[in-house]
């Protein structure tokens, strides 16, 4: 739904968690009238005896590439929502800005985070990650689930250094981590998270067969 290969539609909907507490989301979209371009979503969110937990908005921007939706991004057994709301091109590469919604342990109430990439899913070591770039760099994000939604702990540049010219194969990547303000929260700072998140089996998946390098 983050990056789909063709725009898909933005259907009112009814939607039902699987996870222990059953929440219903009902989903409308809004625009001025039926020519213009879609401008918000808004989904009520119901418990099982129907009554409204929460309601959430968010707007939306014309390139928004898919509707609203519903998976367990951090294998908690909870699901999240999902809201792509729009899309732009970098180096020739589509990357999509959603936000995900998140309630932790057995609440019925939502904190939101935004992201940008072309995929989310678990690192592999306890966080989620986006993936997004072009095809000549890949940038992963990693957030930790927390209490207030998931919260940024640091973001990587992976870049290809050295390529067989007659194969295309990237024989070498470098691995780059930038500084941000939840690595307090895990108490490293920047040169230790690129050691530490560098060698994680999100970054390694990335030209997995290339030679890891210093820059």
């Given at each position: 739904?983050?990056?789909?290969?063709?725009?898909?539609?933005?259907?009112?909907?009814?939607?039902?968690?699987?996870?222990?507490?059953?929440?219903?989301?009902?989903?409308?979209?809004?625009?001025?009238?039926?020519?213009?371009?879609?401008?918000?979503?808004?989904?009520?969110?119901?418990?099982?005896?129907?009554?409204?937990?929460?309601?959430?908005?968010?707007?939306?921007?014309?390139?928004?590439?898919?509707?609203?939706?519903?998976?367990d991004i951090d294998g908690?057994?909870?699901?999240?929502?999902?809201?792509?709301?729009?899309?732009?091109?970098?180096?020739?590469?589509?990357?999509?800005?959603?936000?995900?919604?998140?309630?932790?342990?057995?609440?019925?109430?939502?904190?939101?985070?935004?992201?940008?990439?072309?995929?989310?899913?678990?690192?592999?070591?306890?966080?989620?990650?986006?993936?997004?770039?072009?095809?000549?760099?890949?940038?992963?994000?990693?957030?930790?689930?927390?209490?207030?939604?998931?919260?940024?702990?640091?973001?990587?540049?992976?870049?290809?250094?050295?390529?067989?010219?007659?194969?295309?194969?990237?024989?070498?990547?470098s691995c780059r981590a930038?500084?941000?303000?939840?690595?307090g929260s895990i108490d490293?700072?920047?040169?230790?998270?690129?050691?530490?998140?560098?060698?994680?089996?999100?970054?390694?998946?990335?030209?997995?067969?290339?030679?890891?390098?210093?820059?």
């Amino acid at each position: 739904m983050i990056n789909p290969a063709t725009p898909q539609g933005h259907p009112n909907c009814r939607m039902h968690s699987h996870d222990r507490l059953g929440l219903t989301f009902d989903v409308s979209y809004w625009s001025p009238d039926d020519a213009e371009p879609l401008m918000a979503v808004k989904i009520s969110v119901t418990d099982p005896t129907g009554a409204l937990v929460q309601t959430i908005d968010e707007l939306l921007e014309p390139t928004s590439p898919a509707g609203v939706g519903l998976e367990d991004i951090d294998g908690d057994g909870r699901d999240e929502i999902i809201i792509p709301m729009g899309q732009t091109r970098f180096n020739g590469s589509p990357n999509t800005r959603f936000s995900v919604w998140r309630a932790a342990g057995d609440s019925s109430h939502f904190e939101r985070t935004q992201m940008v990439g072309q995929a989310l899913y678990p690192s592999g070591d306890g966080y989620v990650v986006t993936n997004g770039g072009a095809l000549t760099s890949r940038d992963l994000t990693f957030y930790l689930p927390t209490g207030a939604g998931f919260t940024l702990i640091t973001s990587l540049t992976i870049e290809p250094e050295q390529v067989d010219p007659d194969t295309g194969r990237v024989l070498t990547v470098s691995c780059r981590a930038h500084q941000e303000e939840g690595l307090g929260s895990i108490d490293m700072e920047v040169h230790q998270a690129e050691e530490v998140f560098c060698a994680s089996p999100a970054a390694l998946a990335i030209w997995p067969g290339a030679q890891r390098v210093s820059i």
